[in-house]
């Protein structure tokens, strides 16, 4: 006689379950092309975020201009406020066609990068840039729309947690589709210049 599983069994099962359906479900709608082109660069989307001054932003916010996006966060104690710099040095060395891309920065840290948090923080960089934050989840789906990882990093012996996170900066273009990716020890002369190429001012 077939003895019935016992609850722990169940629940294991059920989870087991579930990942398998969510993996599966991942690859199979992130190979859906949705109206991309095949081979393009599956990175950027939809997004729900809340800047430094409390107002909601969308990827709507962003259409019609060029946006430069760095993920990181505001604890971080060197990569971070050195993109920072590095990013707005380059929005400045482009000149007037500087003011076609918005600066973007995303924290993966909502727990503490709170709206205030990011007030204070943005003014120390560019003075166009848009500084998001939200709630856990806010935050967890605008990464992964852009393919970022992130992840906190307990250390005993430090006061303070820190995060580890993808250190790229994601150029999107006018439609708010992924043109061009940099990585964090790109200088600002690099980045500018590249970006002058792809956004077409010569
Ligand atoms: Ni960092």
Known sequence: ??????????????????????????FVFDREPTGRQQGKALVGGPFELVDQSGRTVTQNDLAGSYALIYFGYTFCPDVCPTSLQTMSAAIDLLGPAGDEVQPVF????????????????AAHFHP??????GSEAQVADAARAYRVYYQRVDDSAA??????HTSLYYLMGLDGEYVAHFSHDATAEEMAARIRELTGDE
């Open 128 to 133: 166009r840039l848009l500084a998001l934050t």
């Open 159 to 164: 006061t303070e947690y820190l995060m580890d």
């Open 106 to 121: 995303v924290t993966v840290d909502p727990a503490r990068d709170t709206v205030e948090q990011m007030a204070a923080y």
């Open 1 to 26: 006689m077939a003895r019935r599983l016992g609850l722990p069994a169940q629940i294991a099962i059920a989870i087991v379950a579930a990942v398998s359906a969510a993996v599966i479900a991942f």
